[in-house]
Antibody, heavy 120, light 112 residues
Framework: EVQLVESGGGLVQPGGSLLLSCVGSGFTFSNFAMHWFRQAPGKGLEYVSTFSSYGGSTFYANSVRGRFTISRDDSKSTLYLQMGSLRTEDTAVYYC?????????????WGQGTLVTVSS | DVVMTQSPLSLPVTLGQPASISCWSSQSLVYSDGNTYLNWFLQRPGQSPRRLIYKISNRDSGVPDRFSGSGSGTDFTLKISRVEAEDVGIYYCMQGSHWPLTFGGGTKVEIK
């Protein structure tokens, strides 16, 4: 059974940092591109970042570029999102998702999400 | 960025009756490999999104055949032939043909 489990969310002050993790199981992690998406309270889904399954390409939404860093450790089947210079508008549930395409096309399985709250 | 627009915003449906959701993209979703990466997701209350349909019309494993997707280019539709109670939630279309991935604003399906 495919599973994705996020962790690392919590309450952080504006300007602070947070490291999110996503552990995958039930599939060969290295064969899939991996994404981070987010959903602000009561709002829709928003793309955040992608780490490709080959070549090490990374992609970022304009809203987080330069502040967030995506990485992955295939030996640990884990995806990371290092979040810095956090703003109140980054408050959201953050989801990781796998994608069968090399870069992006159609995320098929999503984790349960981890809540990040940026507030003073 | 490709803008995805959904209609309606809210869809009250009687159990057993059909439902239809429309999704339009601001540019063609036909990718260079010939595929059209238009996906549909359902987010039930308190849950994470679940993919229902990929590449316009392909149902994911375990998705009931009362769900069907159609369309081409920039216009797409998700249909539920007979709505059941478990179909309640917010439906999102999402394009994966152009970076960045973008979502429609969502359609909330509820039972009358």
């Amino acid at each position: 059974e495919v599973q994705l489990v996020e962790s690392g969310g919590g309450l952080v002050q504006p300007g602070g940092s947070l490291l999110l993790s996503c552990v995958g199981s039930g599939f060969t992690f290295s064969n899939f591109a991996m994404h981070w998406f987010r959903q602000a309270p009561g709002k829709g889904l928003e793309y955040v970042s992608t780490f490709s399954s080959y070549g090490g390409s990374t992609f970022y939404a304009n809203s987080v570029r330069g502040r967030f860093t995506i990485s992955r450790d295939d030996s640990k089947s884990t995806l990371y999102l290092q979040m810095g210079s956090l703003r109140t508008e980054d408050t959201a549930v953050y989801y990781c998702a796998r994608d069968p395409c090399g870069n992006y096309c159609s995320p098929d399985y999503w984790g349960q999400g981890t809540l990040v709250t940026v507030s003073s | 960025d490709v803008v995805m627009t959904q209609s309606p915003l809210s869809l009250p449906v009687t159990l057993g009756q059909p439902a239809s959701i429309s999704c339009w993209s601001s540019q063609s979703l036909v990718y260079s490999d010939g595929n059209t990466y238009l996906n549909w997701f359902l987010q039930r209350p308190g849950q994470s999104p679940r993919r229902l349909i990929y590449k316009i019309s392909n149902r994911d494993s375990g998705v009931p055949d009362r769900f069907s997707g159609s369309g081409s280019g920039t216009d797409f539709t998700l249909k539920i032939s007979r709505v059941e109670a478990e179909d309640v939630g917010i439906y999102y279309c999402m394009q994966g043909s152009h970076w960045p991935l973008t979502f429609g604003g969502g359609t909330k399906v509820e039972i009358k």
